[in-house]
């Protein structure tokens, strides 16, 4: 007798659980309010903790965060009959999970009926999301993803849009300074490089390794290190060893910053000393001061650039923190891109993207336009000059500062 | 009589599931394969380490494998068959690391099994940048998340049967004893090592499958996305939260739980670990046998019976 009505229990739970689950997926559909508009949803899901925080929080967040801002305090999104609508934020934190980005995007779309979503931070997180904006509708303006694979994304999702450049334009560049340091006898032709064993460091090395043969440069002394190395004073040692005059380490932001101690310790001070991720952080060129000068890595900005320049003012002075040289500016100009958009075509989705696509638009980068989805004004190279991480390459780009070679010895404190 | 009636009802449910995704909208459905999913997970590790209490934190290392799996081979098998190889190659890691660790107990072997996901996941790195150069992998499979859902609610039924199933058999019996008291198990005439092996192996198995069926919702996957510890973690807890050594418990902590995470995500982005960690430390606290367990022995207790204490998984 009592077996039995251990099993009714049971058996009532197992089935309450599951009509309430079943109804709850089913109920959780929201009933949206068909009133006039007073507002426009602008969603994102983003990392707030976990292993991504970091960029995210650097690179993108903050980002968001004063365009909000900007655009609120000026009344709010303007649409093509000239009212203007404030920016309402839903913000969710992915965890850096793959899986929770994919739900929080499908929450966003389905659930807040975002009208328009930007973008998480990562290669990786932009790719897992693609399917679903691209399901939806939504324009989706990649940032920070490098990838050599925009062209075939682009062909396969029609509204994405990827504005990084990939691993291959990048090393491209440095083999381009480095040939052309060559034939001026500056330095000697061989490299030392060394890569993070890690998305972006595989990326960029595999890019390298052809670019430089071809360019004639020799790569004399190869190594990757998996990510968490602390301690790089072999591989410095040994490059040092090796007679190469240029060091390249394609590195993400906590090597970076050891490895320029590091290779001060070591007095080790190559004529080309190119950097990873991290190079382009306004702290590093606070810590290294007049060291830091000549240092090269990727990105960069135009010192002349006036409006750049009162953005990263504005930047600071709102989020408390400077912009960092490479992701931040293309971040904030994205969002302008949008609201331009917006602007002309109002809160149609379809319509947003096509302009995106086709349009011209104004930003803290100048003027700034989409070539087959993709965003090609970039600074492929960048160098510490005076204080700032100015852009080299392209060279012929307009607002190129000149590379300053070779780089001096370090300076000690 | 009751056998027929509770066969029923699992084909009313597991019907009543395989109906969702008509009724529910894709929102719906996604929460239905993150369920799904963490459900199977729950269960198929309650298989092994609810009557062993051998508590493994290797879940996410054949999760990983299956959707490493899928990521690999995506262009070159046909969809079908890359399950199989997937489930194959779990199966082989499995009888590997089973063969050469279950002699290991305790905490020693929650050590070895949260390494072991680590080693797996710096082996593919290593493979990926030494010998084929590129660190992401990208899927492309026409695979719908409605296929998604229904692949996953296949695998869940299959997993409930074997593990009632198992419950009912001699295996199951052996379990149990290897559990209370693996000296007298020995005594008994049981062998330990091929019935444990057989368990990690069938419940690795399902988990690789999980990863496998997954993958795909990611387009691109690399190992830090692949192998994300916090898998092991949640799929622990959700098995412990019901109550590992019961046949529903899994479930009766998987969906509440993820219904929580949900909750808590959507509502309290920046509160959501903090939230978390209160609830893992009360879980342990409050019910350290589950809430199947704690329900009952309330139960009990209200009708005056005498109380049974079954020794929780973690002592």
């Known amino acids: 007798m009592k077996s039995f009505q251990r099993r009714r229990v049971l058996r009532t739970m197992a089935l309450a659980t599951t009509v309430l689950a079943t109804g709850l997926m089913t109920g959780f559909a929201g009933t949206a309010a068909a009133q006039e508009r007073k507002s426009v949803k602008i969603g994102y899901a983003i990392s707030k903790t976990g292993g991504n925080a970091g960029g995210a929080g650097i690179t993108t967040l903050p980002n968001y965060q004063l365009w909000v801002k900007d655009v609120n305090d000026a009344g709010g999104l303007e649409l093509p009959d000239g009212k203007k609508l404030p920016i309402e934020v839903i913000e969710y934190d992915d965890r850096s999970s793959a899986e929770e980005v994919v739900r929080a995007v499908e929450r966003l779309a389905t659930q807040d009926k975002a009208d328009f979503i930007l973008v998480p931070w990562g290669t990786g997180f932009n790719l897992a999301v693609a399917p679903l904006f691209d399901r939806y509708g939504y324009p989706q303006l990649a940032v920070s993803a490098v990838t050599d694979k925009a062209p075939d994304f682009v062909k396969r999702w029609k509204k994405s849009f990827w504005m990084l450049g990939g691993g291959h334009d990048y090393a491209r560049a440095l083999a381009a300074i480095l040939a052309d340091a060559k034939k001026a006898g500056m330095v000697n032709g061989k490299v030392a490089m060394i890569s993070i064993a890690d998305g972006f460091g595989i990326d960029l090395v595999t890019a390298a390794r052809p670019a430089f043969k071809e360019a004639g440069i020799e790569v004399i002394y190869d190594k990757t290190y998996p990510g968490g190395t602390s301690d790089f004073s072999p591989m410095i040692n040994e490059a040092k060893a090796s007679g190469a005059d240029a060091f390249v380490a394609f590195s993400y932001p906590p090597e970076t910053f050891a490895l320029t101690q590091q290779a001060q310790v070591a007095s080790f001070s190559p004529k080309v000393l190119y950097l990873g991720v991290g190079t382009g952080f306004p702290v590093y060129g606070k810590n290294n001061g007049e060291n830091a000068t000549g240092i090269m890595s990727l990105g960069g900005i135009d010192p002349n650039n006036k409006m750049n320049a009162d953005y990263r003012k504005r930047h600071e002075a709102v989020t408390g923190v400077a912009p960092d040289y490479w992701g931040s500016v293309i971040t904030y100009a994205s969002l302008q891109m949008l609201q331009e958009a917006i602007k002309r075509k109002g809160l149609d989705k379809a319509a947003v993207s096509a302009e995106l696509a086709s349009g011209t638009f104004q930003t803290v980068l100048g003027e700034t336009k989409f070539e087959d989805n993709q965003l090609r004004q970039l600074w492929w190279t960048g160098q510490w000059q005076n204080g700032q991480f100015v852009g080299v390459m392209p060279a012929d780009r307009p607002g190129a500062s000149k590379v300053v070679l070779p780089r001096g010895e370090w300076k000690k404190k | ?315």
């Open chain 2, 1 to 315: 009589m009751s056998r027929i009636l509770s066969s029923a009802l699992f084909i009313v449910i597991v019907a009543a599931l395989a109906c969702v995704p008509f009724v529910a909208d894709s929102y719906g459905v996604t929460l239905g394969i993150g369920m799904l999913g963490y459900v199977t997970l729950a269960t198929a590790w309650a298989l092994f380490s609810g009557p062993t209490r051998y508590v493994s934190l290797a879940t996410v290392a054949f999760f990983g494998i299956g959707a490493y799996t899928v990521a690999v081979f995506s262009e070159t098998i046909p969809y079908p068959l890359l399950l199989v190889t997937a489930g194959a190659i779990g199966l082989a890691v499995a009888l590997v690391v089973g063969l050469s660790t279950l002699r290991l107990a305790g905490v020693y072997f929650v050590i070895f099994t949260f390494g072991l996901a680590e080693l797996v996941r710096q082996l593919v790195t290593w493979y990926e940048v030494n010998v084929t150069g590129t660190l992401g992998r990208y899927i492309f499979l026409p695979v719908t998340p409605e296929g998604i859902y229904w692949q996953l609610l296949g695998l869940a039924a299959i997993t409930f049967l074997i593990s009632w199933w198992i419950g009912r058999s001699r295996i199951g019996l052996a379990l149990k004893v290897i559990g209370d008291d693996e000296i007298v198990a020995a005594h008994c005439g049981i062998d330990i090592a091929r019935v444990k092996l057989a368990l990690f192996a069938i419940s690795s198995v399902i988990i690789t499958l999980v990863g496998a069926i997954q993958a795909p919702r990611w387009t691109y996957v690399e190992p830090t996305i692949a192998f994300n510890p916090t898998i092991s973690f949640l799929t622990l807890i959700m098995a412990l939260l019901g109550g590992a050594h019961r046949l529903t418990g899994p479930l009766l902590g998987a969906v509440p739980l993820f219904l929580l995470f949900e909750w808590l995500s959507a509502n309290f982005p920046n509160h959501y670990s903090i939230i978390l960690g209160l609830i893992f430390i009360a879980i342990v606290f409050i019910l350290p046998r589950g809430v199947l367990a704690f329900a009952e022995e309330n139960w009990r207790r209200w009708r005056k019976t005498e109380i049974k204490n079954l020794p929780a998984v973690a002592e």
